[in-house]
């Protein structure tokens, strides 16, 4: 039977040594980044984790997608249109978050959603979707507001967004 050579290992190197002290320096900077890491990122997202429990499952499903401008947005949308409504919602082209139909179905359910697709019919699509019980997502550019003057009034979110509701309804 053959016999297997015997492996010596050497001295492992002490605190002393050059080569030890790379060693604890590699240790320590490890321990300093996990530090790091803790405080920028794990304690603060805990902590907003933790706020958001008291959130409705919707609020928390708009905070963790698009953040608070977002999802201040959406309750505001939730608020002022009834349930029984139809929304139109912009393009995708003229808004890709706002735009995208199955994501704001889910945010705006029980409300029927219908969309104008191609900005050049935009006007025509808006002036069809005028009934009484539609409101349109305002948002930039859409919708035209020629031709809804005495038909839709718009209640203002903020500078650049809203909503256009049907005469006399009151606002959020």
């Known amino acids: 039977m053959r016999r297997l050579p015997q492996i010596r290992l050497g001295r492992t190197p ?10 604890w320096l590699g240790i320590l900077l490890v321990i300093g980044q996990f530090v790091i890491l803790l405080a920028t990122q794990a304690v603060p997202l805990t902590a907003r984790i933790w706020a958001m429990r008291v959130e409705t499952a919707l609020a928390r499903s708009a905070h963790l997608a698009y953040g608070d401008e977002f999802t201040g947005y959406v309750l505001f949308l939730r608020r002022v ?17 706002l735009g995208e139909m199955p994501f704001m179905q889910y945010f705006l359910f029980p409300r029927r959603l219908t969309n ?9 699509c808006v002036i069809h979707y005028g009934g009484p019980q539609t409101y349109l997502i305002a948002v930039g550019s859409f919708p035209p507001r020629s031709g809804l003057e005495g038909i839709k009034e718009y209640i203002a979110y903020d500078e650049s967004r809203g909503v256009l509701a049907p005469r006399g309804e009151q606002g959020g």
């Not at 104008?116 to 025509?124: D, L, T």
């Open 14 to 23: 002490g605190p002393d040594s050059a080569a030890g002290r790379m060693v």
């Open 81 to 97: 249109i009834p349930d029984e409504a139809l929304v139109v919602i912009p393009s995708h082209e003229a808004d890709p978050v």
């Open 116 to 124: 104008c697709p191609v900005q050049s019919q935009w006007s025509e």
